[in-house]
């Protein structure tokens, strides 16, 4: 890497003044990684109401910064941290009408002029405006997410002419595809940005923009959180629909694991912890442990401790583990539970109703709360993470750091950064691994983990192998300086520009062109496929544009092709029911709601004048969870 790499991090979170999940804790380590490898990084990221109080002084950039959008100028300011010159510099975007019009970071309010819920076209149309002006010129931008995937689309585009940013690479990361940043281009259309973008080559999808395809599409390089993830995006389950893009671009798709901060996670300097302890004396563990229970109330003896640190939501399997515990405390009468976090509502009120139900055993906090979480962490025996997926996740890392054993589903990053405990490898053992996402997996594997527990001897011996792992940045952030270069080589060779540019007009007022050129070859197959949007509710997407699709419709005249009707049959394999819904054909996506905890399939069929009704296609099987209700 060149002494004059100039990388512009772009993000939503920054830990610790904006810190939602993992994004926030990259944002900060691995920036911090980079420059201790003499890159020029600098962050830019907004300015959120809650964060004024924990930053203090800020120093003014520049003032009113003029910026058409929505047709109207919407200026923000470019403030800077007042950090120490050896720390990573950090720019905000101050613009209250967007993001300080509500507590939540992403949340789409409205606000006084009717924009707020465009607060990440903004962001992303803002940041050449804000190179301008911190006097920066870099020639990578590292984006995040699709909240900031717009950024390349319009380096490509917007700024075509700009000679500032003809020679500026794009990386972009995806910390989790299942969020995309899907809008109707009515609301598009509401900012004022460039409308030749809206076609399938660029941000369409199914009719929708979908701004981490763009941003997927326009990237030289894109990377995810983990080996494993960068494999599980091409798949279905996974890929949420964007999985054909992903493939598309697998020559230039990474997977790259994400780091710790070491110096915030080190149980033998952790300033949130009361005692510290590390491999060689365990004494501080113990303490914490008894600080922990006292915390939560709960009953002071020496069994096991299990600990949840997560989002309350069915991805991260906590309707598993609470299925699982009356089987599980049945077994040990000293076992006992604590679980810190925030989700969803449903969730929420089944943790609350399951503390109830074995009072002195499971304690509960419903927050957000650092210095809790470094306690639990500090002082727990076994991490529970029954994710049904895991881009990376943190807390594995975090837990084996602790030496606090973690119980993870093979899933994402999970599964790369736990060795499983399979009996005859203690010695390279850090902790334990199930692959079906089910209560009965998880207790199954939970009891394994309790009966190695009572074996003190091999069960210190986990826990000096888990204590011994390193997950620092240094390696990862090596990689990313690697991606860095590749993406850079590719932008100044031009790689990809006539793939890229040949369908759409790069004049500054552009608009669609009138004809369209033909839609990219991954677009070219026939598939139906089922996907879940939430327990009651599935989601089925078809084309029917590759052979099979190109053959049936071919054989029919114009008016067969006008008067055709498309249904969706829809079965439940559980029960053998079935029903029809009659939908738009060709290319669609239509929700269907379903029961809880069944399994369904659809076939796609076509019928028309003088052509008799005939199957299209034929769906994958796909499994609804159970529902989350209150126990007890």
């Known amino acids: 890497m060149t002494d004059n790499t100039r990388v512009l991090f772009v993000t939503p979170e920054l830990s610790p003044y904006s810190k939602v999940g993992g994004l926030g804790e990259v944002s900060a ?57 050896r720390d990573v510099p950090v720019f905000l975007i101050e613009a209250p009408d967007f993001f300080e019009i509500e507590d939540a970071i992403y949340g789409n309010e409205l606000g006084p002029t009717g924009l707020g819920d465009l607060r990440w076209l903004y962001f992303s149309a803002a940041i050449r405006h804000a190179c301008e002006r911190m006097s920066f010129k870099p020639n990578l931008l590292h984006v995040h997410d699709w909240h900031s995937a717009l950024v390349p689309a319009l380096y490509r585009s917007e700024h075509y002419f700009d000679e500032d940013c003809a020679d500026t ?73 964007l999985e054909a893009i992903f493939e598309a671009r697998a020559e230039h798709f990474h997977g790259i694991p994400n780091g710790l901060d070491s110096q915030e996670w080190d149980p033998a300097h952790d300033t949130l912890i009361p ?11 113990k303490a914490n442990k008894k600080a922990l229970l006292e915390a939560f109330a709960l009953d002071p003896s020496s ?96 837990s084996q750091r602790y030496g606090t054993i973690p119980i993870v589903r093979e899933t994402g990053g999970l599964a790369d950064t736990v060795v499983a405990y399979e009996g005859g490898n203690l010695k390279e053992a850090t902790g334990f691994v199930f692959s079906k996402a089910s209560a009965e997996a998880f207790t199954d594997i939970t009891k394994r983990a309790l009966t190695l527990f009572r074996r003190s001897g091999s069960w210190r011996r986990l826990v000096q192998n888990a204590m011994a792992q390193d997950w620092g940045w240094d390696e990862s952030a090596s990689a990313y300086l690697r991606v860095y270069e590749e993406a850079i080589a590719m932008r100044l060779n031009r790689e990809r520009e006539t793939e890229l540019l040949s369908h759409m007009r790069l004049e500054p007022t552009a608009t669609l062109p009138e004809e369209q050129a033909q839609i990219p070859v991954y677009y070219h197959k026939d598939t139906l496929r089922l996907m879940l949007k939430d327990p009651e509710t599935i989601w089925a997407y078809w084309e029917v544009q590759g052979p099979r699709g190109k053959a049936i419709l071919d054989s029919l ?76």
């Open 275 to 285: 005692h510290h302890f590390d491999a060689n004396n365990m004494e501080g563990k």
């Open 169 to 241: 690479a794009c990386v972009l990361t995806i910390h989790n595809a299942a969020f995309q940043g899907r809008m109707s281009t009515d609301d598009y259309r509401r900012s004022g940005l460039r409308t030749d973008l809206l076609s399938d080559w660029y941000l369409l999808q199914g009719g929708d923009i979908n701004l981490l395809k763009a941003g997927t599409i326009f990237a030289e390089r894109v990377t995810t959180v983990s080996k494993r993830y960068a494999t599980e995006l091409k798949s279905p389950d996974q890929g949420k629909g």
């Open 303 to 398: 069994g096991p401790l299990l600990a949840v640190v997560a989002r309350l939501t069915w991805q991260k399997g906590i309707d598993i583990i609470l299925d699982a515990l009356p089987a599980l405390f049945a077994r040990r009468k000293d076992l006992r539970l604590v679980i810190l976090g925030q989700g969803d509502k449903d969730v929420e009120l089944a943790v609350t109703e399951t503390a109830k139900k074995y009072p002195g055993r499971v304690g509960v906090a419903l927050k957000f709360d650092p210095a809790l979480a470094h306690l639990i962490e500090a002082g727990s025996d076994i991490f529970l993470m029954p994710s049904r997926y895991e881009p990376c996740g943190l807390n594995q890392m975090i």
């Open 29 to 85: 380590g691995l920036t911090k990684a980079l420059k201790s490898l003499q890159v020029d990084v600098r962050i830019i990221t907004p300015l959120y109401s809650h964060m004024r109080e924990s930053l203090g002084h800020l120093k003014t950039v520049a003032q009113s910064i003029p910026f058409a959008f929505a047709g109207e100028n919407r200026p923000f300011n470019l403030l800077a941290m007042d950090t120490d010159p």
């Open 557 to 632: 005249s114009e008016s067969q092709k006008w008067e055709s009707t498309w249904t969706l049959r829809i079965e439940n394999l559980d029960t053998h029911f079935s029903w029809e819904i009659e939908v738009e054909g060709m290319a669609k996506n239509w929700f269907i709601t379903v029961d809880p905890n069944q399994r369904y399939r659809c076939e796609l069929l076509m019928q028309t004048t003088d052509f008799p009704r005939c199957v299209i296609l034929g769906s994958n099987t796909i499994q609804t969870p159970k529902k989350m209700v209150p126990l007890g």
